[in-house]
T-cell receptor, first 118, second 112 residues
Framework: DVKVTQSSRYLVKRTGEKVFLECVQD?????MFWYRQDPGLGLRLIYF???????EKGDIPEGYSVSREKKERFSLILESASTNQTSMYLC?????????????????FGPGTRLTVL | QKEVEQNSGPLSVPEGAIASLNCTYS??????FFWYRQYSGKSPELIMS????GDKEDGRFTAQLNKASQYVSLLIRDSQPSDSATYLC????????????FGTGTRLQVTL
């Protein structure tokens, strides 16, 4: 069974604080992803990573950064938290594309962190 | 912007009926499609993946893919109250291997 864990289920922070959200997967997956989910907007990709020390911007990277020092761990950093970053944050991992074409494998999600910025 | 469209619902079906959930996608090059179920306050969990045109069955669930029409659907037979959840459709984003674009989800309510 794939296991993706996130450091906190609920987090409350103040505006301007630096916030770290951590994600760990135990399936030796190459790919890891950070999403935020808001009502009516669905899942939006913030950043993703194909390998250690590699990162790619997703659709909404502004105000966020990431770190991937080890294959199993992918951290999301809010440099200076703002109220509009109040959201559910979801981490996911997947193996690399498993066929010679562009077929994509399943993403497995962690339990999520509900972040409130006051 | 590549998009995946779903009717937000709620889709209400009586217990025991067939629930039909639909999804369209704009990226004609997408090859991989997924249905996830998400209970309120929980994270998405995979129900099915589909890669080829036609039907794919797994227990009470059937995924259908029509690449010519850019259409994916999920049928749930013998719907149960425990199927009440939001169902997310996702399509692979071509040009960026492993990246998915998600729809906003359809909320399904199975009534007694």
């Amino acid at each position: 069974d794939v296991k993706v864990t996130q450091s906190s289920r609920y987090l409350v922070k103040r505006t301007g604080e630096k916030v770290f959200l951590e994600c760990v997967q135990d399936m030796d997956h190459e790919n890891m992803f950070w999403y935020r989910q808001d009502p009516g907007l669905g899942l939006r990709l913030i950043y993703f990573s194909y390998d250690v020390k590699m990162k790619e911007k997703g659709d909404i990277p502004e105000g966020y950064s990431v770190s991937r020092e080890k294959k199993e761990r992918f951290s999301l950093i809010l440099e200076s938290a703002s109220t509009n970053q109040t959201s559910m944050y979801l981490c996911a991992s997947s193996p690399p594309s498993f066929r010679a074409t562009t077929y994509t494998d399943t993403q497995y999600f962690g339990p999520g962190t509900r972040l409130t910025v006051l | 912007q590549k998009e995946v469209e779903q009717n937000s619902g709620p889709l209400s079906v009586p217990e025991g009926a067939i629930a039909s959930l639909n999804c369209t996608y704009s990226d004609r090059g997408s090859q991989s499609f997924f249905w996830y179920r998400q209970y309120s306050g929980k994270s998405p969990e995979l129900i099915m993946s589909i890669y080829s045109n036609g039907d794919k069955e797994d227990g009470r669930f059937t995924a259908q893919l029509n690449k010519a029409s850019q259409y994916v659907s999920l049928l749930i037979r013998d719907s149960q109250p425990s199927d009440s959840a939001t169902y997310l459709c996702a399509a692979e984003s071509t040009g960026t291997a492993s990246k998915l674009t998600f729809g906003t989800g359809t909320r399904l309510q199975v009534t007694l």
